[in-house]
C-alpha cells in the first residue's frame, strides 16, 4: 500500500485518487508496525478523494545517501574526477566492503512532488540522480521506499572528492515522493528505475536500470549506517544510482525531471530558474 502526505495529514492509499485519512499524534513513520497499522487503517474505511497537491513523504527524518553502487556510477565518477587526481578512489569505495554514505538533507531542505529542485550558481555541469530510497525505522528496520532525487553538482565533486558536501548538500538539492510504499517483503530485483527529462516540451534524456544492477544490497547500506548512529526519528536513506546522463549533458532551468520506479510512483519536479533565486 502506498502512505502519501498532504497538507491535511497522512492517507493511505486504496486506489489512485482515493484513500482514508490516518490517525496521527506524530511519528507515524517511525512505526515498526507500520503495515500492520495501515493496513487496520484501510480496512477500517471508507475510502475518500485524497486531498492534494502531495507534499514530500518525510517528517522528522534525516536523509542520507549512499555513492557509487552501481557500476555506472563508478565509471562517471571516476570519469568527473581524473583531472582532479581522484579517480582511483571511487573504484575502491565501489570494491571496497564498506559503503560509501553520505548525510543529503535535514527534513526542510526536501522538495515534495511538484516542487523546484535547484542547480547551484556556482556550478557548471548538474544532473539529477533518480535512486530507490529507503524508509527506515529508528530500529534499522526497513518499512518502505520512496523515489528519490539526489541531485548532484558534477563538476563540484569531480574537482576534489573533500567537495562531495558541498556538491551534494544544498537548498533544493534532494526530492522525494510521490509517497511511501509501504510493505513488509522485499522489492524483486526486477524492480525498474527510469529517469526522463523533458526540456522545451522535447525529451533531452531517458535511461533505465534496475535493482538487479545494484552491487550492495538495501540491508548492507542500513547495517553501516546503523553501526555507529542512532536514529531516533529513523531516516531515509537514497541508495544510490544506475543512471547518469552523457557528460555532455547538463540540467538548465525550467527542465521537468520525472523519476518513476515500478510500484511506488513518479516523481516529478522541475528545475528552479537560477536568476529568480533570492538569499534569506
Known amino acids: 500500500m502506498r502512505l502519501c502526505l498532504t497538507a491535511s495529514g497522512w492517507w493511505v492509499e486504496t486506489e489512485p485518487g482515493f484513500g482514508v485519512a490516518v490517525p496521527d499524534q506524530g511519528g507515524l513513520t517511525c512505526r515498526d508496525d507500520l ?10 474505511g471508507p475510502a475518500a478523494p485524497m486531498p492534494m497537491p502531495l507534499l514530500a513523504p518525510v517528517e522528522h527524518q534525516e536523509v542520507w545517501a549512499a555513492g557509487v553502487t552501481y557500476f555506472r556510477s563508478r565509471s562517471a565518477r571516476m570519469a568527473e574526477s581524473e583531472s582532479g587526481g581522484g579517480s582511483d578512489f571511487y573504484d575502491r569505495v565501489y ?3 564498506r559503503p560509501e ?17 535547484r542547480i547551484r550558481r556556482d556550478s557548471q555541469w548538474n544532473v539529477p540522480e533518480p535512486e530507490l530510497t529507503l524508509l527506515i525505522s529508528p530500529t534499522a528496520r526497513i518499512l ?31 526530492a522525494m515522493g510521490p509517497g511511501i510504499l509501504v510493505t513488509p517483503h522485499a522489492l524483486p530485483p526486477s524492480t525498474g528505475i527510469h529517469l ?28 553501516y549506517l546503523f553501526r555507529e548512529m542512532s536514529f531516533p526519528a529513523g531516516c531515509f536513506l537514497l541508495t544510490g544510482t544506475g543512471i547518469v546522463p552523457p557528460d555532455s549533458f547538463t540540467l538548465a532551468g525550467q527542465d521537468q525531471i520525472e523519476i518513476s520506479i515500478d510500484g511506488i510512483g513518479t516523481l516529478v519536479n522541475t528545475v528552479e530558474r537560477n536568476e529568480l533565486r533570492r538569499n534569506p
Not at 503495515?35 to 477500517?44: F, N
Not at 569531480?158 to 538539492?173: E, I, S, T
Not at 534524456?205 to 542500513?222: I, N, Q
Request: with cysteine; glycine share 10%.
Open 35 to 44: 503495515y500492520e497499522y495501515l493496513d487496520s487503517v484501510a480496512r477500517a
Open 101 to 117: 554514505l553520505f548525510f543529503k538533507a535535514a527534513p526542510h531542505r526536501v522538495v515534495g512532488p511538484g516542487g523546484l529542485v
Open 95 to 97: 570494491h571496497a566492503e
Open 196 to 223: 526522463r527529462i523533458v526540456r522545451e516540451g522535447e525529451v533531452a534524456f531517458s535511461g533505465s536500470a534496475s535493482l538487479a544492477e545494484m552491487k550492495r544490497r538495501p540491508e548492507e547500506l542500513v547495517d
Open 144 to 174: 518502505g521506499y520512496t523515489a528519490g532525487n539526489d541531485m548532484s553538482s558534477r563538476d563540484i565533486e569531480g574537482a576534489n572528492p573533500l567537495y562531495l558536501p558541498q556538491a551534494k548538500c544544498y537548498d533544493g538539492a534532494c
